[in-house]
Every structure is written in structure tokens, then in C-alpha cells.
């Protein structure tokens, strides 16, 4: 992460509310740092993500939003506009995974996890390209997931891997389109987390399941002056499984 002297440095997580999103911002959480906070559906969770940032000396600011929506999501940048005029850091972070069988969607369930998972990646990331431009160098981070990058059978939850599969493709298209404006643009893929629904249908070889500690030490990387010529990558943190 970047930012001038004296200017502090802004960063907008999607789904910040819960789970990976929620240990994202409190791990970005820091003195000086505006986090503005992305939640739906977790509301009281985005609010105790809110205090907890703020006792860690960060300034966090509430977006709600239905990033199924398309207004919706030019809204919620439009309100992160008017809290800030740059933006360093954008981890599109929202997702929705629905377990279930391909044949038992419905065309609706199909498109909102669809919008949700990867058209909201594209607009917000396409919408925040002015404050990112006047925050450079600046970067996106998206979570993918760890089998993203081939194009095999998914019979449950096919939506989500359709939707993941095309982050992956916006991840490598946004790096090349944006790079010129100083903005890099990269991809943590997760494998199975302590968290995840279900159980992996294989084991893991490295023998344990994933842990948010694991995604932020990818994370910190890609934000790093270290990764400063990184974009358009994807590290696949996965213990090997699914690979």
C-alpha cells in the first residue's frame, strides 16, 4: 500500500461484513487508514467490523449495497467518491457460493450469484478506476478461487464456478488495461478455508485446511513495494488441493 505524505491511505473491501472479507478489513485496519466498508446482507456485522477498525486507530466508513445491482453499485461508489478522492486499494472480496445442484437453479439464483460474484468485480472495479488513477500506484486485489484457472465440471454450486472462472479472466484483462495508469491488478485464490461450506471432496496434501492468516500473507504481499512489478498474477493458496 501506497499513499503521499500526509494523505491517508484509502481502501475499499467488498463483503466486508463476514468471513474472508471481514478478517481482510480488520487486518487492513490500521492508524491513518480510511477503510471503507462494504456489507449487504450482514449489516450488524458490518458495523462490528466498523468499531473494531476504528479502535485499531483506522477511520472506517459504511457502504451498504446489493451488488447485485447495478445502481446500486454505481451509488456506493458514487458515496465512496464523496468520502475520498483516491483510492489506493480495492479488494473486490463480495461472493455468493450457493450449494446446490445444477439442474435445481432457478434463471434468477443463476444471475444474482452470477452479478454478485463476478459482473459486480468488473463494474466496481471499471467504476473506481478515476480514484484509483488519482491514488497510483494503486492496486486491486480479487478473490478468486483455487480451481478458477481451468475449465472442468461443476455440477454444485456451478454459478459460483462459472463466476470465479470469469474473475479470473477480468483479473489478467483489467492488469493489461490498466496498467498504464500505475494500477496493478491481481488475484488471491483461496483453496478450502476453516470456513467453507461442506467438506473438501479430496484431502489436502500439506494436511490442514486453509486459514484466513494464510490469504492475508498473500494479500500483504501483493500490496507490498516488493510486488511492485506483480500484476495481472494469481496466487493460489490452497495447501495444493484442488491444483
Known amino acids: 500500500m501506497s499513499a503521499a505524505a500526509g494523505e491517508p491511505c484509502a481502501i475499499l473491501v467488498t463483503g466486508a461484513g463476514r468471513g474472508l472479507g471481514r478478517a481482510i478489513a480488520l487486518h487492513l485496519a490500521r492508524p491513518g487508514t480510511l477503510l471503507l466498508l462494504h456489507h449487504h446482507a450482514s449489516s450488524a456485522g458490518g458495523q462490528a467490523v466498523q468499531r473494531e477498525a476504528e479502535a485499531k486507530g483506522a477511520r472506517a466508513v459504511l457502504l451498504a449495497a446489493d451488488l447485485a445491482d447495478a445502481a446500486a453499485r454505481e451509488r456506493m461508489m458514487a458515496e465512496a467518491a464523496r468520502h475520498t478522492a483516491v483510492l489506493h486499494v480495492l479488494i473486490n472480496g463480495a461472493g455468493i457460493y450457493p450449494e446446490r445442484d445444477l439442474l435445481d437453479f432457478s434463471a434468477a439464483e443463476w444471475q444474482r450469484t452470477f452479478d454478485v460474484t463476478c459482473s459486480a468485480v468488473f463494474h466496481l472495479t ?3 478506476v478515476p480514484l484509483l488513477k488519482a491514488g497510483a500506484p494503486s492496486c486491486v486485489v480479487n478473490i478468486g478461487d483455487s480451481g ?3 475449465a472442468v465440471a461443476h455440477v454444485a454450486a456451478t454459478p ?5 472462472l470469469g474473475v479470473q479472466v477480468l483479473t489478467r484483462s483489467f492488469a493489461k ?4 495508469a500505475g494500477i496493478r491488478v491481481n488475484q ?3 483453496g478450502f478455508l476453516e470456513n467453507s461450506v461442506g467438506q473438501p ?5 500439506l494436511g490442514r485446511l486453509g486459514r484466513f492468516e494464510d ?3 498473500a494479500l500483504d504481499y501483493l500490496l507490498s513495494p516488493g510486488a511492485a512489478y506483480v500484476s495481472g498474477a494469481t496466487i493460489v493458496v490452497s495447501g495444493a ?3
Open 126 to 128: 471499471q467504476l473506481a
Open 148 to 150: 478458477a484457472d481451468r
Open 160 to 164: 459460483y464456478h462459472v463466476a470465479k
Open 177 to 180: 488495461a490498466l496498467g498504464p
Open 188 to 190: 488471491v485464490s483461496p
Open 201 to 205: 471432496e479430496s484431502p489436502v496434501p
Open 215 to 217: 490469504i492475508l500473507a
Open 241 to 243: 488441493w484442488n491444483v
